[in-house]
């Protein structure tokens, strides 16, 4: 491949990076809001507990989507511990929204955290690979 096209892909996965980011941070963004605002959407509960998985569904899609784009060992753990202490911060600032903590939505968000950095990263992963490869074509 020649040194111009080269660059042209590591200029296009850049890109692609930055994007997937963004995107990740407003997914992050929208957490936050739902989970801390006064006066949530009215989401019909189809049974007992359904917040949980609400809770833990979020956090495997951030977990996973983070993962696509931060495969070491080192980052995924940092992916963690920066998912299970936004989850526990949440729970402490709802608190003062008038809004219910729950240790158990932090559980959630925990276990869907750690199910998100296994199977899910790995598909979204290709995904992402995918992706980079069609966007440095298109070039």
């Known amino acids: 491949m020649p040194a ?3 660059a042209d892909t590591g200029a296009a996965e850049s890109r692609l990076r ?3 980011r963004i995107a990740g941070i407003v997914m992050v963004g929208i957490v936050w809001w739902g989970c801390l605002t006064p006066s949530p959407p009215d989401i ?4 007992g507990n359904f917040d949980k998985l609400e809770h833990g569904f979020a956090y495997l899609v951030l977990a996973a989507w983070f993962a696509a784009i931060h495969a070491r ?3 995924r753990l940092a992916i963690l511990i920066l998912l299970a202490t936004m989850g526990g911060s949440i ?4 608190h003062y929204t008038g809004r219910d903590a729950e240790w158990f939505d932090w559980f959630a968000d925990i276990a869907g955290t750690l199910l998100g950095l296994a199977w899910p990263a790995l598909w979204l992963e290709r995904i992402y690979r995918y992706l ?3 966007y440095a074509k298109s070039i």
């Open 91 to 94: 729970e402490i600032l709802q």
């Open 4 to 6: 111009h096209r080269m």
């Open 132 to 134: 980079a490869g069609w």
């Open 18 to 20: 930055q994007a997937w």
């Open 44 to 47: 019909p509960q189809p049974f």
């Open 73 to 75: 060992r080192r980052q």
